[in-house]
């Protein structure tokens, strides 16, 4: 790391903390040269494949827009989408991996939906699992059910 002051090249990490949410670590630096103290904030990032074969970073964000819209009109609370956002992230994080499919996202946007709210899942599932008739539905309610 460069001193931002001096621009040398060797740089001591003097404290290092992990943030809040755990997916970043702080380094407090110091320059041997010059004596300046400055901060230094690492994160990894997460990308996600699109269909198309493209990649874009993870954005929590677009998670929780696709939820809300699934949610129109269903008693979910903004607190319950930002909670669900935050596990979607966490799950897939979790797999320790710096790419996922954008197919891997949606699956793991069901499971804590479908504990959110029935109607808003079976509303992002047939978005998401294209459901092409009455019958991919009634086999959603199926399933619903059964659990």
């Known amino acids: 790391m460069h001193c931002p002051f001096c621009q040398n090249p060797d740089t001591k990490v003097i ?4 943030s809040e949410d755990g997916h970043s ?5 110091v320059c041997p040269i010059c004596n300046k103290r400055f901060t ?6 997460l990308l996600v494949t699109k269909r ?5 970073p993870f954005s929590r964000d677009k998670v929780i827009s696709g939820v809300r ?3 129109q009109g ?3 609370k903004e607190e319950d989408l930002k909670l669900l956002g935050q596990k979607v992230e966490e799950d897939l994080r979790s797999r ?3 790419e996922v499919s954008s197919d891997e996202v949606g699956k793991a946007i069901l499971k804590p939906l479908r504990e959110l709210d029935v109607v808003a899942y079976l509303r992002f599932a047939s978005v998401y699992q294209n459901f092409e008739n009455l019958h991919d539905f009634q086999a959603a309610i199926d399933e619903l ?3």
């Open 15 to 18: 404290d290092t903390r992990i």
């Open 96 to 98: 320790g991996l710096a």
């Open 40 to 45: 230094t904030v690492e994160s990894s990032m």
């Open 25 to 29: 670590i702080r380094r407090r630096r």
């Open 74 to 76: 269903r008693p979910v």
């Open 69 to 71: 819209k699934a949610c």
């Open 52 to 56: 198309s074969g493209g990649a874009e």
């Open 145 to 147: 059910k059964e659990q």
